[in-house]
């Protein structure tokens, strides 16, 4: 209680006259504390800074302008007004170094009041700029002040997760977000190029943080939240939707040239169609992140071809190799995975089109029936369904079925497993000798669901999608209940 009152009774003096201007050092010293123990006092100490250089900015006593060296300006040949303001701006930017440095602070509660007075200074800059209006059109927005806010929402060896989420409410605003947006892509460049391509785990989960629920306008007229506008407003960068979309591409392809964490590819990917590239104006430029995101493999792989897919049929992206790809993803992991039902919700997706070569869709048909030899019954359950489907949107695919005198087993069969070029692997030459065997499948449903193809397909495709997350348990289940 002593400490407030002595600090209550220094910012009165500062505020009261120009003579106690010296008084702000007691307030300042405080505000650098440190230690544990002085939590308190550091946060009565924020509160009375806010008070202090809000009120000075309201009443236009900070110098506007280039800030002159401290020393320079007392013996330089200016009024005694400028001199005092000149002073005490330095004082407020002191204020603002310890509040950056504050936002690192062991106690949650201090890293939140310092955001929370940090950007009551942008708001106030805003209104009343320290940057002097040269010319019209000048922007006069603090961006160097909510860079500093920036850079302490994104240390290299801290999860700062929960100051970013306090933060998002700023991101409401129009211009606040412009501007985010472009501090970030500076932020990205100077913390980066210093790794050697080496990720930077809390870093880059720090950024992603921050940057991923960015909502972003869909219309110009859509922009009319503003923490401030300027009177030529129109005329900037920051009212034009374009402006944004533009700092909103280059931000995201800054983020995703370097190497990220294994587990941060899957996050992007996942968010990437509804969250990124409707608001890119080149989305196609998203090609090398996925390249490199599909050579992790896995299911990044398979959310990486996901992104290709809405390029090549939303953007008009020539990308020649993409079934070459999917198909280099079938091997015996794809019954087993956890991301099994995923797999073959996308698989279904990418191989609708009726458009599709028969050599390409028999190619797939062969390589998932001679990979079920080994399969476990729910899966088998999923993909005899699947493939009946592919032979419905494929009918030229049906010769695998009624093949006279084709192969009997793997000895005779012309069909190349290894091949990874579909095109080359000779399945139209082949039949389904591998659906017949699970004829006699030892789990009842397995040999019922194979023995299907015997008979004549009919048009209307099965509905998978309650197959796909099929268990082990179930089947036991549902066997049982029979």
């Given at each position: ?387 009946c489907n592919l032979f419905r949107r494929h009918p030229a695919c ?85």
């Amino acid at each position: 209680m002593a400490r407030a009152a002595a600090l209550a009774s220094s910012l009165e003096a500062v505020l009261g006259s120009r003579s106690n201007a010296n008084r702000v050092f007691e307030i300042l010293e405080l505000l650098a504390g440190r230690e544990e123990e002085e939590e308190e006092e550091v946060l009565c100490a924020a509160r009375t800074c806010s008070r202090l250089f809000g009120a000075l900015l309201e009443r236009r006593e900070l110098f506007v302008g280039p800030l002159p060296a401290e020393e320079a300006s007392l013996a330089g040949n200016y009024s005694a007004e400028d001199k005092y303001k000149i002073w005490m701006r330095h004082r407020y930017d002191d204020c603002v170094g310890s509040l950056a440095e504050l936002m690192g602070h062991g106690a949650f509660q201090v890293k939140e009041l310092s955001l929370c007075t940090l950007m009551k200074f942008v708001e106030l800059e805003a209104r009343y700029p320290l940057i002097k209006v040269e010319w019209k059109g000048s922007l006069t927005f603090p961006r160097e002040l909510l860079k500093v806010v920036v850079d302490g929402l994104l240390p290299i060896n801290e999860d700062a997760s929960l100051l970013i989420s306090r933060f998002q409410e700023y991101m409401e605003y129009d211009d606040i977000r412009y501007f985010v947006i472009k501090a970030v892509t500076e932020n990205i460049g100077q913390v980066m190029q210093k790794t050697k391509e080496r990720p930077l785990p809390f870093y880059q989960q720090n950024v992603f943080a921050l940057i991923s629920p960015i909502n972003m306008p869909n219309k110009e007229c859509d922009m009319v939240k503003f923490m401030v506008k300027q009177d030529n407003w129109e005329e900037l960068k920051v009212s034009k939707l374009q402006a944004h979309r533009q700092a909103f591409e280059k931000m995201w392809l800054s983020f995703l040239k370097h190497k990220l964490p294994t587990g941060l590819y899957k996050k992007v990917l996942v968010i990437l169609h509804d969250s990124i590239l409707p608001y890119m104006n080149e989305p196609t430029l998203m090609i090398d992140f996925l390249t490199v995101a599909y050579g992790i493999g896995g299911a990044i792989s398979l959310l990486a071809l996901n992104g290709l897919f809405i390029l090549i049929h939303q953007h008009n992206l020539e990308y020649p190799d993409f079934y070459k790809k999917l198909y280099s993803l079938l091997d015996p992991s794809i019954y087993h995975v956890k991301y099994r039902a995923r797999f073959f919700h996308l698989a279904d997706l990418f191989l609708s089109s009726s458009h599709l070569p028969a050599y390409l869709v028999a190619a797939f048909i062969k390589r998932l029936s001679r990979l079920a030899l080994t399969a476990p019954p729910e899966a088998l359950l999923m993909v005899i369904p699947f493939i009946c489907n592919l032979f419905r949107r494929h009918p030229a695919c049906r010769v695998l079925v009624h093949r006279p005198n084709g192969p009997e087993g793997m000895s005779e069969d012309p069909y190349i497993m290894e091949e990874e070029k579909p095109s080359e692997s000779r399945a139209l030459e082949s039949s389904l000798w591998e659906i017949q065997s699970l004829q006699n499948h030892y789990h009842p449903d397995v040999a019922k669901a194979a023995a299907i193809l015997n008979q004549s397909l009919s048009e209307m495709e099965d509905d998978i999608s309650g197959l796909l997350e099929l268990s082990a348990y179930e089947v036991v289940f549902l066997c049982l209940c029979e």
